[in-house]
Nanobody, 124 residues
């Protein structure tokens, strides 16, 4: 069984930064795709970023390129989401997800495991 635990959310002013962490346990993640999604109140969950952990490649939602950055630490089985220049519209619950097949990208149906989410609130 795979467990994903997000941390690092909180309240930040517009223009500030946060770094989210997703600690994975239960398996070796060297070939996994790890992704971040978010869900704002009253909206559907949307893709944020993904990273392949074998041959390192990253993919971002077009609207977030340049402000958000995904990275990983294999030794810690942890994936990070660095969020800069935050805006009130970035307020959402942020979820970490994992795909053991290594095929997922931006579609949430392709991810097998999900964390419980961490709240990010950006005040204006």
């Amino acid at each position: 069984q795979v467990q994903l635990v997000e941390s690092g959310g909180g309240l930040v002013q517009a223009g500030g930064s946060l770094r989210l962490s997703c600690a994975a346990s239960g398996r070796t993640f060297s070939s996994y795709v790890m992704g971040w999604f978010r869900q704002a109140p009253g909206k559907e969950r949307e893709f944020v970023a993904a990273i392949r952990l074998g041959v390192i490649t990253t993919h971002y939602a077009d609207s977030l390129k340049g402000r958000f950055s995904i990275s990983r630490d294999n030794a810690k089985n942890t994936v990070y989401l660095q969020m800069n220049s935050l805006r009130p519209e970035d307020t959402a619950v942020y979820y970490c997800a994992a795909d053991p097949t290594g095929q997922a990208l931006g579609a949430e149906d392709d991810y097998y495991y999900w964390g419980q989410g961490t709240q990010v609130t950006v005040s204006s």
